[in-house]
């Protein structure tokens, strides 16, 4: 009783094409993609921008780059 057949999966959709139609069902997985699509993007947008905006904050080996010291870090953090 757990799980669904493929058979239920099918009157399923056959039963929400009979009830919104196929304009609508095609219309509402446009809209979700484009949705999903547009969350994607701001992602990426945000993650290069987190890199932008301090870009030498900590070095290649894992470090701060020479010469900055923690007072230093604090102060940009504030601004």
Do not use: Y
């Not at 509402?28 to 904050?57: C, S, W, Y």
């Amino acid at each position: 009783m757990g799980s669904l057949s493929i058979w239920h999966w099918l009157i399923f959709l056959l039963i929400a094409v009979l009830v919104f139609g196929t304009k609508r069902l095609r219309g509402a997985g446009g809209d979700l993609g484009a949705a999903v699509k547009n969350f994607k993007q701001a992602m990426h947008e945000g993650e290069t921008e987190g890199t932008k905006k301090n870009p030498g904050e900590i070095g290649a080996d894992g470090h701060p780059p020479a010469g900055s010291s923690p007072a230093a870090a604090n102060q940009r953090d504030k601004v």
